[in-house]
C-alpha cells in the first residue's frame, strides 16, 4: 500500500483557514486521495476524497499537486468542532481503508 | 436514525470471559467492517465482510470471531478475553464497489465500543 506523510500535530486559531498537508510521492494512478476526521471519542467520519481534481463539499476543499504527489486539505474557517486527528489515506476504488498516524488539529480560540 | 450503531458503546468483563459486540447499519451498504483503536489511538483494521463473505481477515487471534448473520449486521464475538484486547472497537460499512455502480464509497463508523478486560 502507498504511504502518506502528515504532520504530527497542528495548531490554528479559531475562525481561520487551516491547510494541513499530506505527502504521497509513491501514489500510483488508480489511488484515491481520501480524508478522513476522528473527533474525540467518536468514531471516525469522512471529510473528503478526489483522484486528479480539486475538489469542494460543505466541510473542506481538497487541493490536489499537479503530480498528485501532495495533497491539502483545507478547512476555510476553523471552529472549535473541527479539533480532531485528521488522516490523510490512499485508497484504490475497491480497498479497504488503512488509516496511518494523521495529524492530530488543535484550534485554539 | 444513526445510521451505523454499536452496542454495548462500553464493556467491562474479567479476563477469560467471553463476550459479543454487536454491528448493525441500515445505509444499504454491502460490506461492513471492524476495526480496533487501541491505547495508542493507532486504527487497525481487523475483518471485513462482503455480502456476508469474509473478505478480509487481518492477523487477528482466532479468539476473536466475526459473525455476519444477513448484510445489515456483522457481530465480533471474542472468547477468552485477555488484558491485551482492551481497547476501542468500531464498526463500519461503506459500499465496497461503490465506484462501478456511481454510489458513495466513503466508510461509515459507529461510535464504538471501548472494551476493558480486568
Known amino acids: 500500500d502507498a504511504k502518506t506523510t502528515q504532520p504530527n500535530s497542528m495548531e490554528s486559531n479559531e475562525e481561520e483557514p487551516v491547510h494541513l498537508p499530506c505527502n504521497h510521492s509513491t501514489i500510483s494512478g488508480t489511488d484515491y486521495i481520501h480524508w478522513y476526521r476522528q473527533l474525540p471519542s467518536q468514531g471516525p467520519e469522512y471529510v473528503i476524497h478526489?483522484?486528479?481534481s480539486n475538489v469542494n463539499n460543505r466541510m473542506a476543499s481538497l487541493a490536489i499537486a499537479e503530480d498528485r504527489k501532495s495533497s491539502t486539505l483545507i478547512l476555510h474557517r476553523a471552529t472549535l468542532r473541527d479539533a480532531a486527528v485528521y488522516y490523510c489515506i490512499l485508497k484504490k476504488a475497491d480497498d479497504k481503508i488503512i488509516f496511518g498516524k494523521g495529524t492530530r488539529l488543535h484550534i485554539l480560540p | 436514525d444513526t445510521a451505523v450503531s454499536q452496542t454495548p458503546k462500553y464493556l467491562v468483563t474479567q479476563m477469560g470471559n467471553d463476550k459479543s459486540i454487536k454491528c448493525e447499519q441500515n445505509l444499504g451498504h454491502d460490506t461492513m467492517y471492524w476495526y480496533k483503536q487501541d491505547s495508542k489511538k493507532f486504527l487497525k483494521i481487523m475483518f471485513s465482510y462482503n455480502n456476508k463473505e469474509l473478505i478480509i481477515n487481518e492477523t487477528v487471534p482466532n479468539r476473536f470471531s466475526p459473525k455476519s448473520p444477513d448484510k445489515a449486521h456483522l457481530n465480533l464475538h471474542i472468547n477468552s478475553l485477555e488484558l491485551g484486547d482492551s481497547a476501542v472497537y468500531f464498526c463500519?460499512?461503506?459500499?465496497?464497489?461503490?465506484?462501478?455502480?456511481?454510489?458513495?464509497?466513503?466508510?461509515?463508523f459507529g461510535q464504538g465500543t471501548r472494551l476493558t478486560v480486568v
Open positions: 463500519a460499512s461503506s459500499h465496497l464497489h461503490g465506484y462501478r455502480k456511481g454510489l458513495y464509497t466513503e466508510a461509515f
Open positions: 478526489g483522484l486528479t
